[in-house]
């Protein structure tokens, strides 16, 4: 039913618990994983998990203009009808049997509300996860019909989109749960992997310039955040 695309660097902490999401929620999904030539397990792991993996190369830099050339045409040679497009840590909690009557309502996009989620006891296992406060940035229309749907024009980072085709926004709107606030340590050295890889594109035009947060600004948005979670999952 249902084709997974991932755009993946060094993520042997969150790609199995991506996968297993996934596949909880469309036990017979495709996984895809498009890897920036990882240095860690990710690639093992993708493929030790039945993933396909597409390796690509940016020369170590992290170049959004790539990544969005990549999410506006991998989806286009899908058997599937529905696809999701996606980073690693984005999770979309939505599942077979209800997409199946989105697809009954005539849906071909799926509407979604973005929550960074946080590690609020700091457990070592993601599924404990369960809290996390509101990012409308995050709301992103990572799911959608790709036989009604011709060009989806995501931009850099993929927030917006300017699709073409047969539109049509599901009224219900789903939880895309985006795993960023692991835990300090974590969220302070993949700012700074990210900081050290940023492109001269994306520093031209400014994408992901949220990776040069100081350390003690993470630290503290880390701490302040534990003061406004809801339960999400």
């Given at each position: 039913?249902?084709?997974?695309?991932?755009?993946a660097y060094?993520e042997?902490?969150?790609l199995?618990?991506?996968?297993?999401?996934?596949?909880?929620r469309?036990?017979?999904?495709?996984?895809?994983v498009?890897d920036?030539e990882?240095t860690?397990?990710?690639v093992?792991?993708?493929?030790?998990?039945?993933?396909?993996?597409i390796?690509?190369n940016t020369k170590?830099k992290?170049e959004d203009?790539?990544?969005m050339?990549?999410k506006n045409?991998?989806?286009?040679?899908?058997?599937?009808?529905?696809?999701?497009?996606?980073?690693?840590?984005e999770?979309?909690d939505?599942?077979?049997e209800?997409?199946?009557l989105?697809?009954?309502?005539?849906?071909t996009?799926i509407?979604?509300?973005g929550?960074?989620?946080?590690?609020?006891?700091e457990s070592s296992?993601l599924e404990?996860?369960?809290?996390?406060f509101?990012?409308?940035?995050?709301?992103?229309y990572i799911l959608?019909?790709?036989?009604?749907?011709i060009?989806?024009?995501?931009?850099?980072g993929g927030?917006?989109?300017?699709?073409?085709g047969?539109?049509?926004y599901s009224?219900?709107i789903?939880?895309?749960c985006?795993f960023k606030y692991?835990?300090?340590?974590?969220?302070?050295?993949?700012?700074k992997?990210?900081?050290?890889r940023l492109?001269d594109t994306n520093?031209?035009f400014?994408?992901g310039?949220h990776y040069?947060t100081?350390?003690?600004?993470i630290?503290?948005?880390?701490?302040?955040s534990?003061?406004i979670?809801?339960q999400i999952l």
């Open positions: 039913m249902i084709t997974v695309y991932t755009i060094n042997e902490i969150m199995p618990f991506m996968i297993k999401w996934y596949r909880e469309f036990p017979d999904c495709k996984i895809v498009y920036n990882s860690d397990a990710t093992k792991i993708a493929l030790s998990n039945n993933c396909e993996v390796s690509f170590n992290f203009a790539i990544h050339n990549i045409q991998c989806w286009k040679e899908a058997k599937t009808n529905w696809v999701i497009v996606c980073d690693t840590d999770l979309l939505i599942n077979q209800i997409l199946l989105e697809e009954k309502q005539n849906t996009i509407s979604t509300q929550w960074n989620m946080v590690n609020k006891n296992n404990d996860i369960k809290f996390g509101k990012h409308s940035p995050q709301s992103k959608f019909n790709k036989s009604k749907i060009k989806i024009n995501y931009n850099a927030h917006n989109i300017k699709p073409l047969n539109i049509k009224t219900k789903y939880s895309l985006h692991l835990s300090e340590d974590y969220m302070v050295n993949r700012y992997l990210f900081q050290n492109s520093k031209k400014g994408w310039i040069n100081s350390e003690k600004d630290r503290d948005s880390y701490k302040n534990k003061s979670l809801i």
